[in-house]
């Protein structure tokens, strides 16, 4: 059956065989959508091969989202500490000025003034950015791994991965963010519905609905 993937451009799509997401880059509508990993283990007389190297390849990537997790939660309190702190560094400068260090109704002092404000400013707005990018690297990789750790409502207890909430490594460690992340999630589902810049990753299923 013909796939709808873009031609000849680098795709992420899922493997039709270990369902992981992979990326490809297609030059004809009839190439498969298998991976490389899965084309070493086509056919029925491969059954059991396939299967040991599909959980092979789903602990490596589980494995990797758990380093990314964690990386992650610890970025989004880096980053949150440090914009707190250049906030106040940016709030005790303004203090400064308003407080009179620079005489207004000297023409230098005012305009030395003016200068200082306006790169106050601009300061304060790439702080405000580059905080914005590495919370939004960090909360992606924790949504990406939500998508597969998360409490399993049919089954209380239990973590959608098939482990118990207690005994999944990657919940215990998404446990601590998960309410910020999800929050941030809401955030950034405001920003793309009113057309603005957002840091939901292309997989997200409101950005491609969009």
Known sequence: MPHEHPLHVDVEARCLCCGSLQRFRFASPSDQVV?????????????????REHIALWR??????AADASAAAA?????????????ARVAAERDRL????????????????RSLQGDLVRRAERATAL?????????????????FHHPDARKPGACT?????????ES????????????????????LKAGERHGLPPE?????AG
């Open 35 to 51: 991976c490389e990993h899965c084309r070493t283990h086509g056919g029925d007389e491969k059954a059991v091969r396939r299967d």
């Open 172 to 191: 215990r460690v998404l446990e601590a963010q998960r309410q910020d992340m999800l929050d941030w999630e809401r955030r950034q589902l405001v920003l």
């Open 98 to 113: 308003r407080a009179g260090v620079l005489d207004e109704n000297d023409p230098a002092g005012a305009e030395l003034r």
């Open 131 to 147: 905080t914005a990018r590495r919370v939004d690297k960090a909360m992606v990789a924790l949504w990406r791994l939500q998508a």
């Open 60 to 65: 490596g990537i589980l494995e990797h989202q």
């Open 75 to 87: 970025a989004a309190t880096l980053s949150q500490s440090e914009a707190a702190a250049e906030l």
């Open 161 to 169: 991965c098939g482990r118990t909430l207690a005994a999944c490594g």
């Open 204 to 208: 997200h299923p409101e950005v491609g």
